[in-house]
């Protein structure tokens, strides 16, 4: 016996149960095709929402800033990492958010981690939707304050955890996904709202498959709602449609003020590179000018969605791009994923812990970089995979 075994063990029992990881390689850049360990095919699997990712000025944007920032930031945003683009960056943010003002973090995990322990502590309770992201349960944790979970987008059965948890904190948080990313449904962020309100909670939507996508060009789940200065706390992430990578928390000024002073990934660990800023500043430039791309992609998932329904797959309660494609148990799911890509298609299979034990999926991300024969192509692999395995 080693002190090992248990990994192994561990590691087989996933494999049994087809809950294994078998990560693939990308070779080429993010688009509507792409290299997979050494294959053409097409993506079907990538958050690059409006086709960002590899956009000839976004990528023009980052090798200037390479020329002139060089590549490491070398330090962390408090004593020697932040650039002027960096500030910029939180500037235009703000204003494309219509927020008071944003900081940003290297990523929207670690904007969760840091904001939410960075508001909330050991005396306080915070109240989870169920299903919210692994990076929001985690920051949550991290805090030390008391978790109460509550019915999935239910604002009567938030209301009714508040009301039971009275006289028992010192202060409080409410915290929902607003696009939660593997069901693709919206967050009912108005009715929430009246409840924060009525009780007066700090209110904080984590909108990471929204920035980009909802709202007027992109501008997420507030502008959607239109709920400006009603949401204490909006963070984003520009890793999915912004197609680079990094975080934000959009808010009040105070609020964005203590998290400089207190938000720990932005004291403790290294700044996005000034490329990385660079190149989202880029992003929020093409956003700014003009809509086509987001409209592209919202027509391209109300056509890919239709014609997944006629086929007669269960697509779920998705009202985004996202496309999940219900299968049940996670081996069907990682079959019907192979057979996919035999068919040159690339769409992972989703399962527990990531979604409930017998919800597992095939997770389509619809892109503005699809064109109409990309969407055929995959349409036919869906229907054909489909039928073997007698889905459809
Ligand atoms: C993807 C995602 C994150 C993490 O964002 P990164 O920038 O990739 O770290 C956080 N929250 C939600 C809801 C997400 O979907």
């Not at 934000?248 to 996005?272: T, Y």
Request: net charge negative.
């Amino acid at each position: 016996m080693s002190k090992l075994d248990w990994l192994t063990q561990e590691i087989d029992g996933l494999k049994e149960q087809g809950l294994y990881n078998r990560i693939r390689t990308i070779g080429s850049a993010q688009g509507a095709r792409l290299v997979v360990d050494g294959k053409d095919v097409l993506n079907f699997c990538s958050n690059n929402y409006l086709g960002l990712a590899n956009h000839p000025k976004i990528v023009e944007a980052a090798k200037d800033a390479t020329k002139k920032y060089g590549v490491g930031p070398a330090a962390v945003r408090s004593i020697a990492g932040t650039t002027d683009l960096h500030i910029d960056l939180e500037k235009r943010l703000a204003k494309f958010k219509g927020a008071e003002d944003v900081i940003t973090f290297q990523s929207g995990f670690t904007a969760n981690l840091g904001t939410i322990a960075a508001l909330v502590g050991k005396e306080d309770v915070i109240f989870s939707d169920r299903l919210n992201h692994a990076s929001i349960i985690d920051g949550c944790r991290l805090s030390g304050a008391k978790i109460i979970a509550y019915e999935h987008n239910d604002p009567a059965a938030l209301e009714e955890a508040i009301k039971q948890a009275a006289g028992t904190y010192r202060r409080a948080l409410i915290v929902t996904d607003g696009v939660f990313s593997m069901d693709g449904d919206i967050a009912p962020l108005p009715a929430l709202y009246e409840v924060a309100k009525k009780f007066d909670i700090l209110f904080m939507v984590d909108d990471a498959h929204g920035e980009g996508v909802l709202g007027k060009g992109g501008r997420g789940i507030v502008d959607h709602f239109g709920l400006h200065g009603k949401v204490d706390i909006e963070v984003g992430t520009m890793s999915k449609a912004f197609g680079v990578v990094g975080g934000m928390v959009a808010g009040d000024k105070v609020i964005v003020e203590w998290l400089r002073q207190r938000g720990r990934p932005f004291l403790f660990s290294s700044a996005v590179t000034a490329p990385d800023a660079a190149a989202c500043l880029a992003a929020v430039d093409l956003l700014e000018e003009s809509t086509e791309l987001v409209d592209k992609l919202w027509d391209n998932a109300k056509y890919f969605k239709g014609e997944m329904k006629k086929l007669g797959f269960d697509t779920g309660v998705s009202e985004t791009p996202i496309t999940p494609v219900m299968l049940g148990e996670a081996p069907l799911a990682q079959q019907f994923s192979r057979e996919l890509f035999e068919n040159g298609v690339f769409a992972m299979a989703i399962g527990f812990p990531t979604v409930a034990k017998g919800k597992a999926r095939i997770r389509v991300m619809i892109s503005a970089s699809h064109d109409r024969d990309d969407l055929g192509q995959g349409l036919e692999a869906f229907e054909k995979v489909g039928k073997k395995l007698a889905v459809i």
